[in-house]
């Protein structure tokens, strides 16, 4: 497996900010995920942020709102653009260790809520 | 298209009993099927897997999950249910060995009662 750290693990923001959110492994990993998990709701997939290059992005969702940087192979960070009350989710980083690496696995996730 | 059904919402059982919590899935090809844990405010741990061999997977905390392929199906079960199982578990497809994306279902919310 693979010890994961999320941060902040909780933010309250105002309608118009943007949040950071840092996730952090504790060995190098080939993949990694951002999630999105809105009340209630399932996990929903992001996008696959990719190391040294642009984040691959699922339908609706775009890089202008959800810039993702991925600078190594242990660290990304999930920046959420100009908030709206629509983006309170709970955000999650999920890992995958290598090529043919078989299974994800998660960070605690961050609890956001946009006033 | 990959898609994952868990029919149930909520179930609630009684300490000590039996539990199955359903899933089912929809993919073209052997599908890679997991099943999550999410404890309130927690992220979600992984409880077991599947992606080859033997139908019947066995996963931590005494659970088990049988692969059906003529049902689509990839069932969770726990002989006898703790108060600390209470949660939401989520089961998950594939379409590789952790490099793509999962398809989540939309979980299910197990409440025990002591």
């Known amino acids: 497996s693979a010890v994961i750290s999320q941060k902040p693990s909780r933010d309250i923001c105002q309608r118009g900010t943007s949040l950071t959110i840092q996730c952090q492994v504790d060995s190098q990993v080939t993949m990694m995920f951002w999630y999105r998990q809105q009340p209630g709701q399932s996990l929903t997939l992001i996008a696959t942020?990719?190391?040294?290059?642009?984040?691959?992005?699922e339908s609706g969702f775009v890089i202008d709102k959800f810039p993702i940087s991925r600078p190594n192979l242990t660290f990304s960070t999930l920046t959420v653009s100009n908030m709206s009350p629509e983006d309170s989710s709970i955000y999650l980083c999920?890992?995958?260790?290598?090529?043919?690496?078989?299974?994800?696995?998660f960070g605690p996730g961050t609890r956001l809520t946009v006033l | 298209a990959q898609s994952v059904t868990q029919p149930d919402i909520h179930i609630t059982v009684s300490e000590g009993a039996s539990l199955e919590l359903r899933c089912n899935y929809s993919?073209?090809?052997?599908?890679?099927l997991f099943w999550y844990v999410q404890s309130p405010g927690q992220g979600l741990q992984l409880l077991l897997k599947?992606?080859?061999?033997?139908?019947l997977v066995q996963g931590i905390k005494g659970f088990e999950a049988e692969f059906k392929r003529s049902q689509s199906s990839f069932n969770l079960r726990k002989p006898s249910v703790h108060w600390s199982d209470a949660a939401e578990y989520f089961c998950?497809?594939?379409?590789?060995?952790?490099?793509?994306?999962?398809?989540f279902g939309t979980g299910t919310r197990l409440q025990v009662f002591p």
């Open positions: 993919y073209g090809a052997t599908p890679y």
């Open positions: 942020a990719n190391q040294g290059s642009e984040a691959t992005y």
């Open positions: 998950a497809v594939g379409a590789s060995q952790g490099t793509d994306k999962l398809i």
């Open positions: 999920s890992v995958a260790r290598g090529v043919g690496a078989d299974t994800q696995y």
């Open positions: 599947y992606f080859s061999g033997d139908t």
